[in-house]
């Protein structure tokens, strides 16, 4: 991997003098497709990812998060089967029009359909493929796919080596630190990964029999900046911009990734970026992030339809309006129960435009 890869090595976590295995070499198509990857995306130097979260990050809140100054975003995560196959859902998890670059989160536990699903993704103009390794939830573990996989590192490889197999763009992958305190071997799947030509690694600091509880353990994601030389991202409570600098600090990461608390603040990502750059954070004024809830509302509407529409947005509409805090508890609920999109989209608007709404507190005084 060269350091003009936008998943440069380069970065305040990089260990100086190790060479991480080269990607596979690739045709005339391919390597079309990997300059393209390269020229699309910035450097993970001390930046601020969007995390995949299922369900929630779908195109429209990545387009707004991307636009507004993330450093990047990554898919819900698509059921590689499913996805391969020609699945509806899947193929709407997948989309990517308007996301720069275009990251797909792939699960699954067969290296034939991660496979099939890493060449159809790229197909479709993924520029990059992350293989999810570190899923907690028990529909995707019980499957033996997500953070169950951790509990095999010797399929998880090949399954790892069947997606860089398939594909001439990058791949990365995302995991936790383990299946439980026992088996904390995070830094060994990071190690195969990297022997394998992967070009990044995702850690969030729990292992998977915590799923959310607790804190993150920043610090124990230093023991995979330690096993390898290619760029960490680390995850887990960072919900500011004092969280971000902290995590960087005791995992020793490249870049910070930045989920739950996200949601219904979509800003939030960039505010972190432009803070870890030294430059100003600033969110959007009130007005301002009315239009982009009523901008993300109005997307899921246009991509799924007015009745799945309506339901796939109940998530975020309840986050905006709890963040917002300018709604009485009757309207909360009707704007969470109305099947009707202008009385949804007036609600959404009066959330964030209402005389009692409260600015939210700025990136550096959220708590996780």
């Not at 060269?2 to 005339?28: I, Q």
């Not at 202008?342 to 409260?358: H, I, N, T």
Request: a neutral charge.
């Amino acid at each position: 991997m060269t350091t003009d890869h936008y998943l440069s090595a380069e970065g305040p976590g990089a260990a100086s003098g190790a060479s991480p295995a080269a990607l596979p070499p690739a045709g005339a198509d391919g390597a079309a497709l990997h300059a393209r990857s390269a020229l699309r995306a910035p450097r993970l130097a001390r930046g601020a990812l969007l995390a995949p979260l299922s369900g929630v990050t779908d195109l429209h809140m990545r387009r707004i998060a991307r636009r507004l100054g993330a450093t990047a975003t990554v898919s819900e995560m698509v059921a590689a089967e499913d996805f391969a196959r020609g699945t509806e859902e899947a193929r709407l998890r997948a989309e990517g029009e308007g996301v720069l670059p275009h990251i797909v989160q792939l699960a699954g536990c067969d290296p034939r359909w991660m496979a099939e699903g890493a060449r159809l993704a790229e197909a479709n103009g993924a520029d990059v493929i992350d293989v999810n390794m570190g899923c907690p939830a028990k529909a995707v573990t019980g499957g033996q796919a997500g953070s169950a996989l951790m509990r095999d590192l010797d399929h998880a490889e090949r399954l790892l080596a069947a997606v860089r197999g398939a594909v001439s763009v990058p791949v990365t992958v995302k995991m936790r630190l383990g299946w439980d305190d026992a088996t904390r071997n995070a830094p060994d799947l990071a190690r195969r990964a990297e022997r394998l030509g992967y070009a990044a690694v995702t850690v969030h600091g729990r292992t998977r029999q915590q799923f959310y509880t607790g804190r993150a353990d920043w610090a124990a994601i230093r023991l995979v900046r330690d096993a390898v030389a290619i760029p960490l991202v680390a995850n887990g409570d960072v919900a500011g911009l004092d969280d971000a600098r902290a995590c960087l600090q005791a995992s020793g990461a490249d870049a910070v990734m930045i989920g739950r608390a996200a949601v219904g603040r979509p800003w939030l990502v960039a505010a972190i970026a432009a803070g870890l750059a030294g430059e100003t954070v600033a969110e959007p004024d009130a007005a301002a992030k009315a239009e982009l809830a009523a901008e993300h509302y109005d997307g899921l509407i246009a991509l799924y339809g007015a009745r799945m529409g309506v339901r796939h947005a109940r998530k975020h509409l309840a986050a905006y309006a709890d963040h917002a805090g300018g709604l009485t508890p009757d309207e909360r609920t009707r704007l969470l129960t109305t099947g009707d999109p202008a009385e949804a989209a007036r609600l959404l608007r009066r959330a964030f435009e209402a005389p009692s709404a409260q600015p939210a507190a700025r990136p550096e005084q959220q708590a996780a």
